[in-house]
């Protein structure tokens, strides 16, 4: 074999590790999705999405309940803090990466989502133009309402309010209350 097909025989080979390892990480992370949908918190439910998550790289602190049906996306880039509760139905998507402190309550069917299709000029389209990713942030002590949405990049203040279906698109000072389409303060706590 000459030692020029042998170079390229190397180079292939190395290709085909990278693919697997990548195709590899996209199973497990579908398979840990896929359970902690289905798991109740209940019956040791909670024990498992813990080991879940922190197989695929998520930090986690203590007391972490997460309900039935929650949909977590790239755990690898979520943080979450103590005595956390996420509930029924909401959407944790952490491509741009979430980091959510202590004390923080997530009301049903909220969704936290940390990325935007890119949207490009005219004559491309939005399927094949990429995304943006932006952090999101929500500090300790917060409750976050029903059905809202936290959109990219926002940082949600200490002890912030977000009432039912808010959709959230700038930062949020600490301990006031959000409410409304695009959010606003409505008031704040005393
Ligand atoms: C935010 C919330 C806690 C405020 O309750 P509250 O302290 O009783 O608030 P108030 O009734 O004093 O309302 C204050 C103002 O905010 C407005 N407001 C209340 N909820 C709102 C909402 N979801 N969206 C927009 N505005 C809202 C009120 O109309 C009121 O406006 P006004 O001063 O012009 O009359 C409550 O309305 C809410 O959204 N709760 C979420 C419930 C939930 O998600 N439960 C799931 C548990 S996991």
Do not use: Q
């Amino acid at each position: 074999m000459s030692g020029n097909l042998l170079l390229r025989l190397v180079e292939d080979f190395k290709k085909i590790i990278h693919r697997i390892k990548k195709y590899s990480t996209t199973v497990k992370r579908t398979f840990a999705v896929g359970i902690i949908e289905m798991l109740p918190s209940i019956c040791g439910g909670s024990i498992v999405k813990k080991y879940l998550l922190l197989w695929n790289g998520a930090k986690l602190g203590k007391n972490i309940i997460i309900d039935k049906r929650v949909l977590i996306r790239n755990p690898e880039n979520l943080t979450i803090g103590d005595n956390v509760v996420i509930s029924h139905g909401s959407v944790i998507s952490a491509g741009g990466g979430i980091k959510i402190g202590n004390d923080v309550l997530i009301g049903y069917y909220a969704k936290v989502i940390s990325a935007n299709h890119n949207i490009p000029d005219k004559n491309e389209i939005i399927r094949l133009s990429g995304h943006i990713y932006k952090k999101i942030t929500i500090n300790n002590d917060v409750w976050i309402g029903t059905s809202s949405i936290i959109l990219p990049g926002v940082i949600i203040g200490k002890g912030a309010v977000v009432a039912a279906g808010a959709v959230v698109t700038k930062d949020v000072p600490s301990y006031v209350y959000v409410g409304g389409v695009p959010a606003r303060v409505i008031k704040s706590r005393k």
